[in-house]
């Protein structure tokens, strides 16, 4: 019996194929967060494991950003934006997400006509 040459050790499900759609998180915990079709996937590389899927979106996950803390702790939020016009703002809080805010962008045509309305 030969052993193997090959280990995995990671796997991803479905991200989007839009950049800027990934973002690891800074501390300790460094979890992964990526989008997929509608959702927001939570990832923790050193357990190998998905940790939990943040659903809220209902289109195409665009750009996600864990929000940084002044003293440097580990980040426990995130912000999505998705095709669907969505600004979500998600707190993690022990392996469970909070939608903690949602709103609609502001959209602005390049000679400054509003298109589209904030929405809170």
Same mark, same amino acid.
Request: hydrophobic letters at 35%; glycine letters at 8%; charged letters at 15%.
């Given at each position: 019996?030969?052993?193997?040459?090959?280990?995995? *050790?990671?796997?991803?499900?479905?991200?989007?194929?839009?950049r800027?759609?990934l973002?690891?998180?800074?501390?300790?915990? $460094? %979890?992964?967060?990526?989008?997929?079709?509608?959702?927001?996937? %939570?990832?923790?590389?050193?357990?190998?494991? @998905? @940790?939990?899927?943040?659903? $809220?979106?209902?289109?195409?996950?665009?750009?996600?950003?864990?929000?940084?803390?002044?003293?440097?702790?580990?980040?426990?939020?995130?912000? *999505? +934006?998705? *095709?669907?016009?969505?600004?979500?703002?998600?707190?993690?809080?022990?392996?469970?997400? !909070?939608?903690?805010?949602? !709103?609609?962008? !502001? %959209?602005?045509?390049?000679? +400054?006509?509003?298109?589209?309305?904030? @929405?809170?």
């Open positions: 019996m030969v052993a193997p040459v090959l280990e995995t *050790s990671h796997v991803f499900c479905c991200p989007n194929r839009v800027g759609v973002n690891w998180s800074s501390g300790p915990r $460094g %979890l992964l967060a990526f989008g997929t079709s509608c959702s927001v996937v %939570l990832y923790d590389p050193l357990k190998r494991v @998905v @940790v939990t899927n943040l659903n $809220g979106h209902t289109a195409r996950v665009n750009c996600i950003q864990w929000i940084c803390k002044q003293d440097g702790s580990p980040s426990t939020e995130l912000v *999505s +934006g998705g *095709s669907d016009n969505q600004v979500i703002h998600w707190e993690i809080e022990d392996n469970q997400a !909070m939608k903690d805010l949602f !709103m609609r962008c !502001m %959209l602005f045509t390049r000679g +400054g006509h509003q298109i589209l309305h904030y @929405v809170h």
